[in-house]
């Protein structure tokens, strides 16, 4: 079958996207809309929502979208595809438990058909891996060369592991067939788009402010957890694939800016001008106690520092969710 240059291409760039109706996924596509790709979406939404890419489904837009699960067979538009970003996997700690091992399949299935893409098409490949690598870090902040403490039968296993399995694979590709490859480990990233009840602290801290209820905080709340906003994490994804000094490289994409856990509650009951209240619940199993992103490789390579202060990206955060779920500020 021959490869599709159709004119309305127009010497475009074309991005593959796994996950795109994801949070992380639909901000993406929307980047790469804007910096004049064409954008190819794959997307089982068994996380994700279509409601995420209604804006870039309008008949201008230059998208595509296919709803298929990537850990079967799938078929895409006939393009000669030149970036293949891979995102798709469920990422908060309720959607990897309810669906274990379809995450432990995504990450491995699923990496290894979107590999055979990029291989086929010999396009560039990044992969979006994460901080649970690293697992309950015995070193502090954690650089790439850190090798990790993951519990390989704990409960979130299904993920680190999978994740660990997926970079393993990733770089087998690259050692092989000389694929121009990244990784980049994703730090708790935040913003708009994420699901109301996706399980992940900022979505629930809001939206228990929103409604005047207690927030909950697992644990003594003094876990430190390190927050990014989504936009500046995007121009880091973008900038690893895009920029010409990152084939083969690993790099850390988060905000070393560390907070408690009972910190990011008082900015959040704070910005939604209620009292803070704050209710406790058991600490998950193998919860990492600290976790903050040594960037000095992403400050080299990608000149990329994250730039949205905490207090802003939740007030923009905020806006959002009183917006979607007509809450009161
Ligand atoms: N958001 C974060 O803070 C964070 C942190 C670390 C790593 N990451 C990584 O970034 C990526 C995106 O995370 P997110 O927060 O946008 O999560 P998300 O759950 O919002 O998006 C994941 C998307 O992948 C899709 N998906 C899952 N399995 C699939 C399959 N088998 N076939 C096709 N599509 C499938 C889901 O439907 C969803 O749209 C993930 O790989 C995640 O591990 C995110």
Redesign the pocket.
Known sequence: MSVMSAPYLNGKPVSLV?????????HLVDRLLEAGHFVVG????????LD?LDHALSPNNHFILVQ????EDFQLPNLAYDYIW???????PV?YRR?SI??M??NSN?TGNMLKVALKNRAKFLL?????VYGDPLVHPQPEIYWGNVNSVGERAC?DES?RFAEALVFEYHRRYSMNIRIV??????GP???IK?G?VVPNFICQALKNEALTVYGSGSQTRSF?FVDD?IEGIFRAMTYENTNGQVINLGNPEEYTVKELASVVAAICSVKLQIKYGDLPPDDPSKRCPDISRAKELLKWYPSVPLKQGIGRTVAYFAGKYSLPI
Not at 128 to 132: C, Q, Y
């Open positions: 796994s996950g795109a109706g994801g949070f992380l996924g639909s794959i997307d089982s939404f068994n996380t994700g929502s995420n298929a699960d990537i850990t891979h995102l798709a996997s469920p990422a908060s959607d669906l379809e995450t399949l995504v699923g979006a891996s994460t901080s649970e993920y994740k480990r994703i730090f708790n990233t935040y788009r994420m699901r996706d992940r990014a994490e």
